[in-house]
């Protein structure tokens, strides 16, 4: 989606120049990346591996959670 200078000035957006800056760098350079903190320190792959499947559908709901960026696993 692309925005004209008619559409930002319209009253749909918000007027805040802080809100607008925000906007335009969603429309420029996408959303912010998601982020998992898998917390389980110097463990083995096979532990991060069960970590990782035994959390799959957590992981899952995340990815499809348009609100949500951060995730920790632990």
């Known amino acids: 989606m692309q925005l004209s ?3 930002l000035r319209s009253r749909a957006l918000p007027s805040s120049p802080r809100t607008l800056i925000s906007i335009s760098a ?3 350079f996408g959303y912010p990346p ?6 389980v320190g110097n463990a083995p792959t096979d532990a991060i591996e069960a970590l990782l499947r ?6 899952v709901a995340f ?8 995730l920790i696993l632990d």
């Not at 035994?54 to 992981?59: Q, S």
């Open 34 to 39: 998601k982020v998992i903190w898998v917390r």
């Open 26 to 28: 969603v429309l420029l």
């Open 54 to 59: 035994r959390r799959a559908g957590d992981v």
């Open 63 to 70: 990815a499809s959670d348009h609100e949500s960026a951060f």
């Open 5 to 7: 200078g008619n559409m």
